[in-house]
């Protein structure tokens, strides 16, 4: 319907419920309906809107069918808007429509779009949990060596059923303690992998819903799943498996289909005793380990009608009682991109290592030819070759180690679905032949957020800089923000999160995913208030380190800030409110000394030490004034006002006890000037001294910078914040180490955990800690986006309504571009100078101004589109300052030039020229 209307009309596109385009099994009682404008007009802007929804599609324009109408409601609001519509059903599709008017109050564009419910109540539910009765089998793999332990087996189960006639819809929702991947009818179901994902799963495990009306037949029919450990009973974070289990010893399964017939009746069919398991040709499965699959043991049609063998027998029934399910609410892991290999270097007799060229994450395709039965193929993983061999010794206990067994059939092809690893490298030994790359394909995994930014410039090393950082994001991204995916870690570290929130929620929409992980920092905060430093709750459970308990502060509040997520909000309040709570009762004079949790500084800085407590005082007032802004926004009047009096005391003791008259920061490392200067915590008059004492840092060592984890985000905006782009681009621009652009001259193809993790002097950095796929220091995308293309919003702004564009220009580079998806619709800006101008093109969706700074030396020079800016249809305001021009605009596209910054301020002004002149 949109493609008829013309661009000039206001349009709604990227229907989303809960955050999410067509959502298969909500479970929100009250889901937040949420769309996007377009629109080439000027000034355009939603000025109503009216939200239907009906059973069936059709129903949509039948107003006597309607189950929901919210008739034409003045509202400039487009996203998140709550369902006040009847009490909603358990496995019900909800077709839903959104109509807009513009500015005009005139009738614009409409589109239309679904979501689906989950089981909504605990009584829908006839499933039980069933798996492998403990006392049954024992493990199948073997310990390689007296240090390790064995691997839990994986099982497969599976029903036979009959139906009479082909269902009209068929609905399964499963989950498993453990990771599962359902079957049926010989076919795999979805694209879902490693799921249910990992949760708090003493408090949540989520189940998934799967349409598989296609799937069903007539007749026989045999529904199936393959559960193995991961998360649930595998190894997890750096505890040894056994004893150590975080969450149960034995995998179980859960399961219900629900079939709906033309004549209305239905059918539910459930895990329960009836069902049969058995063992398969997956011999064990890890998440850290690898996987073994024997294929001698596979069993042709095990998951098909009447394929049972003797090998099965009936399940044991673990559990009667569901527990804690929730449906899923963000987007799954799934499999989203192949790389082919583009190397692959002979090192032996049969022992070839394969190079994808890209440090990733996932898993190896591999086809194997005319190999004898029992013959054993080894894939061994590395993100880094020594010496042309794989570098192990920085994935610690993690074998990342993948094992195949032939069967002798020709052509076998084996892809491990129960475990990923952190790669650029593969070593094949003891292959049959010589693979050709058409034998090796790297599948990438990630959770499957959209990607909605893009950054370039005209440099070729800080576009690989942010190819790095968003590898870095794939690759970390797998079921909840972890650091590294290769070593036995791989945990939802806090501070590693909220530093790099604000790049991650500019490359991709993370609002689902980071609003389902701090349900877990949530669930994870202890009785006294303290969250963790890692969500879900393993391996570490003492409080939170300063910058890593915060997480639980700062994430909600950019949730909010960049998705306008309110619900986000609300639901963590309390937390934010009882970690500063908690910071306070154990630091009553108000400097965050003491602790019993961790706290580990400014992590992996460089050279220096930036003082502890400088650090968790900062951090201390960050989450208090966080926490005060977030009592207004929800309402919390007197909260607000304790925490703003809190945080205005914080500051007062920060001064006291670190700050000098001179504007000196106690420790006088850059990140302890950087957490004053970004969090207000300076006097008025101290600032500008406290940037050149930055500075003569910055410059005293060469533009080196020296910054760890928590300094490193707040590097180049500060300096560009305090007029000091000039530094922040030196930073950019430095080859030698420690800097960004060391790591790329030395192959880097995702960001290093550490600035030394290899150098020219030191050679690798202890292989107890060398991760070289950690996002954290590649926080410095959001200042990518943000300054050197320009996109923001003002610090009052939600949700981009007021974008703040600023491109900042520097000789080093000559143009720079971002767009970005943001809930309003798309964003753009850029820049570019050629012959002493800069054009600059910006784009301001629907419903949204604009402020855009013009750097020039030449206020009177500015054009817009050829013409004096001022007076022109959407430019609301041109006001010369100090810098250039800053012009007021309203939602359009623009193309804005001037006189360069640095160029000829006497240049002639270039006016466009006259119709007449060009014909
Ligand atoms: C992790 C980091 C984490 C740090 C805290 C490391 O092992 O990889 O990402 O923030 O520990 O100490």
Not at 57 to 85: F, I, Y
Not at 331 to 340: A, N, W, Y
Not at 708 to 713: E, P
């Amino acid at each position: 319907m949109n493609d008829l209307l013309a661009d000039t009309t206001l349009r709604p596109y990227g229907l989303q419920a809960e955050q999410r385009e067509e959502p298969l099994g909500i479970d929100e009682p009250r889901p937040r309906l949420s769309w996007k404008l377009a629109c080439d007009r000027r000034g355009s802007a939603q000025s109503a809107y009216r939200l239907t929804a009906a059973e069936r599609a059709e129903d949509l324009n039948k107003p006597a069918r309607l189950l929901w109408d919210t008739g034409r409601r003045d509202s400039d609001q487009t996203s998140l808007v709550e369902w006040d519509g009847p009490e909603l059903r358990s496995g019900t599709r909800y077709h839903w429509r959104v109509e807009v008017w513009d500015e005009a109050g005139s009738a614009a564009g409409a589109a239309q779009s679904w979501f689906e419910t989950g089981l909504l109540h605990a009584r829908d539910w006839a499933a039980v949990w069933v798996g492998r009765d403990p006392l049954r089998l024992p493990p199948v793999d073997p310990p390689q060596d007296d240090h390790e332990d064995p691997l839990g087996s994986v099982v497969y189960l599976r029903r036979d059923f009959t139906v009479d006639s082909v269902p009209v819809r068929a609905r399964l929702y499963a989950t498993a303690r453990g990771v599962y991947e359902p079957r049926l009818n010989g076919a795999r179901v979805g694209d879902h992998e490693l799921a249910p994902g990992w949760t708090e799963y003493h408090r949540r495990i989520q189940y998934q819903t799967y349409d598989v009306t296609d799937l069903v037949r007539h007749g026989a029919n045999c529904l199936g799943a393959v559960v193995a450990d991961g998360w649930w009973s595998g190894y997890v974070g750096f505890d040894a498996r056994r004893p150590a289990h975080h969450y149960g010893d034995h995998t179980a399964f859960l399961a219900q289909l629900v079939l709906e017939f033309a004549d209305g009746s239905r059918r539910v069919l459930t895990t329960d005793a009836t069902w049969t398991e058995g063992p398969g040709a997956i011999q064990s499965a890890d998440l850290l380990m690898g996987q073994h699959v024997d294929a001698r043991r596979d069993m042709p049609g095990w998951d098909e009608p009447g394929g049972t063998s003797e090998a099965f027998c009936p399940v044991a029934v673990q559990d009667t009682t569901l527990g804690p399910l929730v449906a899923e609410p963000d987007q799954p892991v799934r499999v989203v991109k192949e790389l082919p290999a583009v190397d692959i270097h002979q090192r032996g007799s049969q022992r070839f290592i394969v190079d994808f060229g890209q440090n990733l994450v996932g898993r190896v395709r591999l086809t194997v030819r005319n190999a004898t039965r029992g013959h054993r193929v080894l894939l061994r993983h590395a993100e880094i070759l020594a010496d042309g061999e794989l570098y192990l010794d920085n994935l610690r206990r993690a074998r990342a180690t993948d094992v195949y067994t032939a069967a002798g059939d020709g052509i076998e092809v084996f892809e491990p679905q129960f475990t990923f690893h952190g790669f650029r490298y593969v070593e094949i030994d003891n292959y049959p032949g010589e693979p050709s790359p058409a034998d090796i394909t790297a599948r990438v995994l990630h959770s499957d957020t959209p990607w909605t930014g893009e950054f370039e410039c005209s440099d070729p090393v800080v576009n690989q800089l942010q190819s790095n950082i968003t590898w870095g994001q794939r690759g970390n991204f797998v079921a909840v923000p972890t650091d590294c995916p290769q070593r036995d870690e791989r945990l939802g570290w806090l501070a590693d999160a909220q530093i790099f929130a604000p790049t991650a929620s500019r490359n991709a929409d993370v609002s689902a995913f980071f609003a389902r992980w701090m349900r877990d920092v949530v669930d994870g905060q202890d009785e006294d208030g303290a969250f963790r430093d890692v969500a879900p709750v393993v391996s570490l459970r003492r409080e939170g380190a300063p910058a890593w308990g915060d997480g639980g502060v700062i994430i909600p509040w950019h949730l909010w800030r960049t998705y306008g997520d309110r619900r986000v909000l609300e639901r963590s309040y309390d937390a934010m409110k009882a970690w500063v709570a908690h910071i306070r009762r154990h630091n009553p004079d108000l400097r965050w000394r003491h602790r019993t949790g961790n706290s580990y500084g400014d992590w992996l800085q460089v050279d220096v030490t930036t003082p502890r407590d400088v650090l968790s005082t900062a951090y201390f007032a960050h989450s208090a004034h966080i926490v005060a802004q977030a009592a207004q926004i929800l309402g919390h009047d007197s909260d607000a006002a304790t925490h703003q009096t809190l945080y205005d005391a914080i500051r007062a003791a920060f001064i006291e006890s670190y700050v000098g008259d001179d504007g000196t920061v106690q420790g006088g490392t850059q990140t302890a000037y950087l957490l004053a200067l970004a969090f207000g915590l300076l006097p008025e008059r101290l600032v500008p001294a406290a940037v050149e004492h930055l500075a003569a840092d910055i410059e005293k060592r060469n533009h080196r910078l020296t910054t760890g984890f928590v300094g490193v985000a707040l590097l180049c905006p500060v300096l560009c914040e305090h007029g000091r782009a000039d530094l922040a681009y030196a930073l950019l621009h430095q080859q030698d180490f420690p800097s960004w652009a060391y790591s790329i001259r030395h192959g880097a193809t995702t960001i290093w955990e550490r600035w030394d993790g290899w150098t020219d002097h030191a050679g690798f950095q202890s292989a107890t800690m060398n991760s070289f796929n950690h996002y954290s220091l590649g926080s410095v995308g959001d200042w990518l986006f943000g300054r050197v293309a320009g996109i923001d919003q003002t610090p009052s702004s939600v949700a981009y309504r007021e974008l703040l564009l600023r491109p900042t220009p520097d000789d080093r580079i000559t143009w720079a571009r971002a767009t970005q998806e943001t809930v309003r619709g798309t964003v753009a800006c850029g820049w570019s100078i050629t012959d002493g101008r800069i054009t600059v093109n910006a784009t301001v969706p629907p419903g949204s101004t604009a402020v855009l700074e013009i750097p020039t030396p030449e206020p009177d020079s500015v054009r817009e589109s050829d013409a004096p800016a001022a007076g022109r249809p959407g430019v609301l305001g041109v006001v010369p300052n100090a810098a250039g021009v800053t012009l007021r605009l309203t939602s359009g596209r623009y193309t804005v030039s001037a006189i360069a910054p640095g160029a000829e301020a006497n240049q002639p002004v270039i006016t466009a020229p006259s119709l007449q002149e060009t014909r």
